[in-house]
């Protein structure tokens, strides 16, 4: 893939990571920040331009489809530039003094109304495929709900024993230096890689959206439905969106934190997550956090 071809990994690289699980690098307290903090990874593309490297098939087809826009934009543009750019020069008063009379010419107005009506069809066809695979609803291995709240997410795994916590986002003050400003979530949504994740949404006050730009997904939360969608992630990582519908004064402070990891260590969490948060039967507002600097 193009995109995560160019896309250059901050923080910890793999082998470097595998030296401080190992205990050879560093101290032994920066040893366990940075395993605390070897989550927060954020794959960021080239110069911070361009979107972030696809993560699941939907946004390699979403990226696929915007370059194609992009070509075909650019082409027109230089066409249409290089027109007027001709016709300015060769026209002008000074080399053609005396007007043409030409009102109609039927071959230029047949290729000027054909050409856009082929490209419009061109386009579509990508268009089409990428939005049907987007919208279906493929057999999934795994179902997790998002439910948007003045100002967080609270995620339930449904078929895990109704496994339900909060996810806060972390205030500014007590972030650890890798962790991403703003982005960074206290309980991130974990999910297996490779796993076909079932994604439903709702909200509980006002209209949310959950939205992770690397896995091309972005779904409205509405109060009183249950909309989905649903996203695979091919590779591992901790991948980071925001809800992305003006919900009030916090919007920017609901940040949406999702952890790609291997099955086997999505068991373990599994396993621990039910029993930190067995005693919840569900999300609470009354969990909101004052999200203070
Ligand atoms: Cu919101």
């Known amino acids: 893939m193009r995109s995560a071809r160019s896309a250059r990994r901050i923080c910890w690289s793999p082998s ?9 690098w560093g101290a032994a307290g920066l040893l366990h920040a940075a395993e605390s903090a070897g989550a927060s990874a954020q794959e960021l593309p080239r110069w911070q331009l361009w979107h ?7 946004a390699a087809m979403i990226e696929d489809l915007h370059l194609l826009l992009f070509w075909v934009m650019a082409a027109i543009c230089a066409l249409v530039i290089g027109l007027m750019v001709y016709v300015a020069l060769r026209f002008r008063e000074g080399r053609h003094p005396v007007p043409n009379r030409t009102t109609h010419n039927t071959l230029v107005e047949v290729v000027w109304t054909v050409l856009p009506v082929v490209i419009l069809v061109l386009i579509a066809i990508p268009s089409f495929r990428t939005l049907y695979n987007v919208d279906r609803i493929a057999e999934a291995d795994l179902t997790v709900k998002a439910t948007g709240y003045q100002w967080y997410w ?9 496994l339900a916590f909060d996810s806060l986002p972390v205030a500014e003050e007590d972030l650890e230096p890798d962790q991403p400003r703003l982005l960074q979530a206290d309980n991130a949504l974990v999910v297996p890689v490779g796993a076909r994740v079932r994604l439903l949404t709702t909200a509980a006050d006002v209209i949310h959206s959950f939205a992770v730009p690397a896995f091309g997904v972005k779904v ?22 925001q809800c992305s519908e003006l919900c009030g004064t916090n919007h920017y402070f609901m940040p949406i934190m999702v952890r790609v990891v291997p099955q086997a260590e999505f068991d373990t969490w599994l396993r621990a997550a039910q029993e930190e948060f067995a005693s919840r039967s569900g999300p609470s507002l009354a969990a909101a956090a004052d999200p203070g600097g």
């Open 154 to 162: 609270g995620y339930e795994y449904p078929d895990q024993g109704a």
């Open 16 to 24: 470097r990571r595998a030296l401080q699980a190992s205990g050879v």
């Open 52 to 58: 972030p490297p696809a993560a699941t098939p939907s």
């Open 220 to 241: 409205d939360a509405v109060p009183g439905r249950t909309n989905e969608s649903w996203f695979q992630a091919t590779r591992e990582g901790t991948f980071y969106g």
